[in-house]
């Protein structure tokens, strides 16, 4: 068939035009530099999904805000960071200087503090459909309503579609049914000390509550290695799987890619 | 008082380290004597133009506790250099133990000011290398500097310290741990010290001003270019002791340091150049000698006991003090000036230049019997310092002067003293309220009320009198800083014509600089320095008027008038010419 | 020209009346309304004179910035017309309407419309207009304000003018009557070198300005922009929908000029002309220089949903007006390129829609700021805003981190078992839990910016990064310096670590 119809060129012409601007094809997995990590979600963290980050206890606030900025670092892109007004409250701002301390260059990020719940997701929707940012990293405080499976489904399907990867952070939050592709819960975990004893490097630890798709499970005690931009080991009896996932059902999601025609979908998406 | 630790600040710096040390050498020597330090260790930022100021001051200190009856200050002042390199080596604080090793440091310092330009000086850690003889290093390094160290450590072994300071700056204790590992590998020890740039912590803001001066910026403006805290000033041995709770042994060192040094400036003992003396002669002899014959061929073979009486009271007087070789050095210049084709007029003045003596020399003209005036002005017994002799020479050939004398000492033994260039008001002022942010129309107008003044204080009604009100803070603070950088010294310069000329290397003795006129060289003390340490300046100055007379004589010649020179027209008897004057 | 009297007559319609203010030391006359003007009183008169002379005479005390803001209330009226207004105060306004009139029928078609619309806007209060029309705009406000008679020509009518037309200092003034000069006329005559001589270069300098021999204009009350493009509808349109197609359609004629000049707008302003007079503007900001019709149309109605307070047409727009205030470069077509500058817009596209939808002050970026005082280091700056290129001290190699991710803003109160003067803390108690220090290290001792304080130097921080038994990181601080600066220095967390 001629392109003797200007519609279907133009058609052509637009469905390369956002496959261009995609920065990563769908379905890569980043490593995070951390093996046994990586062995235990099939090779390393999905780029264009949803991934929860839980702070259960609220003084981990710090921890799981670095593990998603050290995640961010790796995923590589833009980050658009989404605060709900209360987290900054009661938590802080984030500070540019600590960002820089991780190694992530406070001039990749774009932050946006928004007064509640609905404006962050409303928010995030947007920045989830723009294929040019890298990471969204979406802050919510405590269990708020409008973050329902629906929204939860609704953020994954566009990531799925825009090839964002979208960090969700729950601080002083249970989890609940929702459509992430993983979800973990990171705790406070103490350093190997300095000379002087000197607290040293950020040492997580970090538990895989579960993952769709594959085995739940796994607890790891991890240090930044802010030069190299890994994780590595931090307690030499690490590997062993502490807990296993707490209640809140992960919800499969129909995966569009291989079903659908490849270059439709996301044109059908972002329509 | 016995419990308390010993320990001595031996990396201080003053505000010889041109824009970086904010108090005066003789405000950190009082500083430390009053902290019960048990000494300090001056060392300025290449350069040892500071450490005279810091000797006086304790000296000073030493003499009123005497007078006042009070026990002696159990102080030690040792002086250095904190060597600063062009090669990214880290700061090294070089102490002499010895006069040798002072000779050393000089040396050094003298080799790297002309390699450069006026006011800078360019070192390199292979010349260091060189001059180690007799040397106390202590290496400002930081964990990652252990190739130095040990390089350096063998180069001076058993002279080299490792500097650990605690600057409050958070890794404080971890960066001790680290230094303490390297001190340990390397076997060289560790050193306390706070690195000081001023005395109390009151100097911070002072010192904040110098760094934006310094780095040409404003107070609003530097950031991080100032230090973060106060912390730079000198503490007490207790809290030194505190702060190195990790080491303790690092105290202690200061004191085993400050005991390897013997070295104290008033071991710089002045020789005379030899040069005006022939061989055979012994100085003061050789002086009779000239004089005497001069004196014979002035007053006749027998001389008028007046004359006989001034002769032996003035001999008697260069005798005791050792004078002589002054005197003849002095003689040395005039007769060179004399001796040209055609000679260079000359005149002596200052108070040792009514002596018979040096106008029997011919260093002056004005005969003190016809005058009766007294030589015995010209020194008191009390200063002790030496004479005072200025000479003027016609202005358009000074210079010929001054080669001479290069040329008969060589450079290595003569150089001009030093000027120190102090902040004056209207630049204190300037240069402060540009810092702070204060427009240029209230400096300038502070600064024009001070125009042509040079008392050295900003007095309160300058302020009222340029329109600003001294109690409004952004003033008072103006005048609270201009006060405190007043008289800080801002460089170095020459001396008009004041020669410091020695029998053995000058350079041994003290640093010498490249002028800013080509084939000067000066050296970095200045007329009070070289007094306080008892050097002789002999003063070649130009005169206008000489070079106007020597012409006038010039035109008499040539218009049959006959040959003139001083001494004859001043000591006629013309009576026109007396009521003339 | 226009010209009002005044805007208060609740007074008797047949009395005559005056605004009266007090001029050296008496009140005096002000303003006068035509009839007090019949009477023979003149601004200036002592008011006890004046009620000597007219008993009834109805006095209200001036309003000189009542006035002002009345005449800018006018003068946005007019701003339909031209965007070439100014203020002529303290009763005048002057347009520019070079090339403007044909759109309302001719100058006399302007006036028409101006004069419904003050009367509409002024909703029957009386008020007096006077305008002219000159070639330049001090003749335009001399003829305005003094011309009593008609004349053949413009030079003419200027020429009869009185001198006082020339609204010359009042010494001048006077200095010209006393030489016999009475009219504008009577001073054009004569050679200007002698008069400037006499009466200063005023008198001949403002004389050729109104009589057009020397060039002048008129400074606009608002900045012109670069590029502004109207269109004005017989029938007002009454639906926000409708307005933004309009303002589209103006992008549209905007995309092609900037197109062709190569260039882009970072800030549009969209001005909605309501038929009654009352004005509403729209502006719209992006991080790049943009021309895009339909992006420029989606900020517009991001901004529209945003608004906290509703666009009200009233009885519709006679006239929208888009404006692009500065124009800046940008390429002529925007190629699609790989990498870098596609996602650069795509990125800015999307941080423009979040700021004018959430607002440009909740959308930020991070820029560094050379300080010592932690909460000072970091600025966040408006996202939408052109970033300028930040430069961020790497850390030290090896160093773990040493500022926190998290700072508190205020930094909270703590209560704290430590060493006294200036020992680490041991334990310290946070939002009701006790933390046990088991690893810490510090103090950094941070002294305040002793030059922002009048008096004294400041309260000195001691900061300790510490980490409890639980692994917690913390960043606190002792506030002063124990006893020196504080008897019993209190304790705070600034931050928190990962």
Known sequence: MADSSPSLSVLRRRISHIEQQRPISEGVQISTGHEAIDTAIGGGITRGCLHEL?????????????????????????????????????????????????????????????????????????????????????????????????????????????????????????????????????????????????????????????????????????????????????????????????????????????????????????? | MSDEPAFAELVAATNYSFLRGASHPSDMVSEAIALKMAGIGIADRNTVAGVVRAYIALRNAREKAAAEKLPEIPFELVVGARLVFADGTPDIVAYPATRYGWGRLTRLLTLGNLRAQKGDCILHFSDLLEYTEDLLLIVMAQESDGALLYQLRNAAPGRVWLGATMPRQGSDRRRLARLMRLGQASGVPLIATNDALYATPAQRPLHDIVTCIREGTTITQAGRKLAGNAERHLKAPTEMARLFRDCPQAVAETKVLLDRISFRLHHLNYEYPHEPVPKGWKPQRWLQHIVTKAARKRYGTDLPDKVRKLLREEFDLIRNHQYAYYFLTVYDLVRFARDQKPPILCQGRGSAANSIVCFLLGVTSVDPVEHNLLFSRFVSEERKEPPDIDIDFEHERREEVMQHIYHRYGRHRAGIAATVIHYRPRSAVREVGKVLGLSEDITARLGSTVWGSFSSDMEEKRYTEAGLDPANPAIARLKDLVGQILKFPRHLSQHVGGFVLTQDRLDETVPIHNGAMKDRTFIEWDKDDIDALKLMKVDVLALGMLTCIRKAFDLMRDHGLGDNDLEISLSSKDKAVYEML | MLRHRS??????????????????????????????????????????????????????????????????????????????????????????????????????????????????????????????????????????????????????ALRRLPIAALRLEPETETALRRAGLRTIGDLATRPSAPIAARFGEEATDTLARVLGQADSRIVPR???????????????????????????????????????????????????????????????????????????????????????????????????????????????????????????EAMAALVDRLSTRLGRDRIHRFAPRDTHIPEQGVLTLPAVDAPTPAVWEKPQTGEPPLRPLHLFDPPQKIEVMAEVPDGPPHRFRWRRTLHDVTRFEGPERIAAEWWKRPEGTGITRDYYRVEDARGHRFWIFRHGLYNSEKREPGWYVHGLFA
């Open chain 1, 54 to 271: 839980f702070a259960l206890d609220p003084d981990d606030a710090g921890s799981v805000t670095g593990f998603a900025a050290m995640l961010a670092l790796r995923l590589g892109g833009g980050i658009l960071w989404l605060r709900q007004e209360t987290v900054q409250k009661v938590n802080g701002r984030l500070h540019a200087a600590g960002l820089l301390e991780i190694g992530l260059d406070p001039a990749r990020v774009i932050v946006a503090v928004l007064p509640d719940p609905v404006s962050v997701l409303r928010a995030a929707a947007d920045v989830v459909r723009c294929p040019d940012v890298g990471v969204a990293i979406v802050e919510l405080w405590q269990r708020p309503a409008a973050l329902d499976l629906t929204a939860s489904r609704r953020l994954a399907l566009a990531a799925e579609a825009s090839g964002v990867t979208v960090l969700l952070l729950r601080v002083d939050a249970e989890p609940t049914p929702s459509a992430a592709q993983t979800r973990w819960a990171v705790r406070a975990a103490a350093s190997a000390p300095l000379e002087a004893n000197a607290p040293g490097y950020p040492t997580l630890k970090i538990e895989l509550l579960r993952q769709r798709g594959r085995p739940a499970g796994g607890c790891w005690q991890v240090e930044w290695d802010r030069e190299s931009a890994v994780f590595r080991p931090a307690d030499r009896n690490a590997d062993t799987p502490i807990r296993t996932a707490p209640p809140g059902a992960m919800v499969s999601l129909p995966r569009g890619g291989s079903d659908a025609a490849p270059s439709l979908v996301p044109l059908r998406r972002t329509g």
């Open chain 3, 222 to 344: 608002r900045a012109l922009p670069a590029l502004f493009f109207e269109r004005r509808f017989a029938e007002p349109i009454a639906r926000t929908e409708d307005a933004l197609t309009v303002i589209g359609d103006l992008g549209e004629e905007a995309a092609l000029v900037l197109e062709e000049r190569r260039k882009g707008g970072r800030r549009f302003t969209a001005r909605l002309y309501r038929s009654d007079g009352q004005i509403r503007d729209l502006s719209v900001e992006s991080g790049l220089p943009l021309r895009d019709p339909a992006l420029l149309v989606k900020l517009f109605s991001e901004r529209v949903e945003a608004l906290a307070d509703p666009i009200d047409p009233g009885f519709g727009f006679d006239m929208i007006r888009l404006a692009v205030p500065s124009l800046e470069p940008m390429m002529p077509t925007q190629l699609q390129l790989e990498g870098g500058a596609v996602t650069q």
């Open chain 3, 7 to 156: 805007s208060r007559s609740d007074a008797r319609d047949d009395a005559p009346f005056a605004l009266v203010e007090k001029i050296r030391g008496a009140m005096r006359l002000a303003a006068l309304d035509p009839r007090a003007v019949a009477l023979g009183l003149a601004p200036g008169l002592p008011l006890a004179d004046a009620r000597a002379r007219i008993p009834e005479l109805v006095v209200y005390d001036a309003d000189p910035a009542a006035d002002l803001r009345w005449l800018e209330r006018i003068a946005d009226l007019c701003d339909r017309y031209t965007p070439m207004v100014a203020l002529d105060p303290s009763d005048g306004i002057t347009l520019d309407i070079t090339g403007c009139a044909h759109l309302f029928g001719g100058e006399a078609g302007l006036v028409a419309d101006l004069e419904s619309r003050m009367h509409r806007w002024m909703q029957g209060t009386t008020g007096h207009l006077r305008h002219a029309f000159a070639d330049t705009p001090e003749g335009a406000q001399a003829l305005a304000r003094f011309q009593t008679v008609p004349a053949a020509s413009e030079d003419a």
